[in-house]
């Protein structure tokens, strides 16, 4: 486990360093060191590491590392493979919120992001009281509540883009919707830093009782864990992770999906160390596609169309071996 961590570690490294080098203004390892230590840099050198490359770096690893760990636990909350963020309308709700703020607050940045906090959050809130209202398992009816309100969003969405002005509004909107680390600032960094960074800590002080949780409630409830408030109470915290990110550069898609998929494939372990490989390879995946996104072409590429490519593709990829391993299963 040690060596692997390690190496995970030493890939973050040298990505987290390629992304402070490589973009439209290429920089130095040489640059990047005289600007630390002030001297024989120039002023532009400086804007762009400290003010530009420092800040959108620190945040993709940090958006990378909290969307993999809340799609991991959302998979094992709700004991569902292809659970992720999406799942209880989080990006549906936060969309709709920016929107609004693109529309009706003049595209301002500070509302588009509280909106679209405060939107995700009470689209997971109403479906938490839904649930209260039907009949059968509360987690599979939360999850159905989610799907339902995600609906619901989506069709909010298709609406305002309607009435949104072509020229002015509905550009935005779409850039919005495939999110983009373009714009972020240190401001953004500390904002999402004093939200994301408390979360992480405490799920991770909760791995026992989260791993517990994937058990049925019975058997949870014997190893001493009150399931109904602490599940809602980790289900609150990966919610608010998500769009917290979520407020600040649009949607993601994929990470909180094919990530924990990906550690169980190569890194085969217990509960704990699965979740240690899906934080580290969320900020290795983000940092990777990230760098793809802001050199493969003259302008930038949004960030959900190449992690909706790639999810896609190692989504299919799984299907097709677990195919295959049943089929083996059979013969044998």
Not at 25 to 40: C, E, T
Request: aromatic fraction near 10%; include cysteine.
């Amino acid at each position: 486990m040690t060596k692997r961590i390690i190496s995970l570690i030493i890939i973050l490294v040298v990505l987290f360093m390629l992304s402070l080098l490589i973009g439209r203004y290429d920089l130095s390892l040489k640059d990047i060191f005289n600007i630390l230590i002030g001297q024989n840099a120039t002023d532009i050198q400086k804007g762009v590491f400290l003010n530009i490359r420092l800040p959108r770096t620190i945040f993709v690893l940090i958006a990378g590392c909290a969307l993999s760990l809340s799609g991991f636990i959302y998979q094992a909350i709700f004991r569902n493979p292809l659970a992720s963020g999406d799942i209880l309308g989080v990006s549906s709700g936060a969309a709709v919120g920016a929107i609004i703020g693109i529309l009706f607050f003049n595209s301002s940045p500070w509302a588009i992001q509280i909106l679209a906090f405060v939107f995700g959050i009470i689209v997971v809130l109403i479906a938490i009281c839904l649930t209260k209202f039907m009949k059968g398992s509360k987690l599979y009816n939360l999850v159905i509540s989610g799907i339902i309100l995600g609906a619901l969003c989506n069709g909010v969405i298709m609406y305002l883009k309607y009435i949104a002005d072509p020229q002015r509004q509905l550009a935005s909107i779409d850039y919005w919707l495939m999110g983009s680390f373009h714009s972020v600032v240190w401001l953004d960094v500390i904002s999402m830093c004093c939200i994301v960074i408390p979360a992480l800590v405490i799920l991770l002080i909760l791995h026992k009782q989260i791993s517990i949780l994937t058990l049925s409630d019975d058997e949870a409830t014997s190893l001493g864990v009150n399931v109904k408030y602490m599940r809602f109470f980790i289900i609150i915290l990966s919610t608010l992770i998500i769009c917290c990110i979520v407020s600040i550069v649009g949607i993601i898609s994929w990470i909180g999906l094919i990530v924990p998929h990906l550690a169980r494939v190569f890194f085969k372990g217990s509960f704990k160390q699965t979740l240690i490989y899906s934080i580290l390879m969320g900020g290795i995946i983000l940092l990777a596609a990230d760098l793809v996104c802001k050199s493969i072409s003259q302008t930038e590429v949004p960030i959900s169309v190449l992690t909706s490519v790639l999810g896609a593709l190692a989504l299919i990829v799984f299907m097709i071996k677990r195919r295959i391993v049943c089929q083996l299963k059979s013969v044998i």
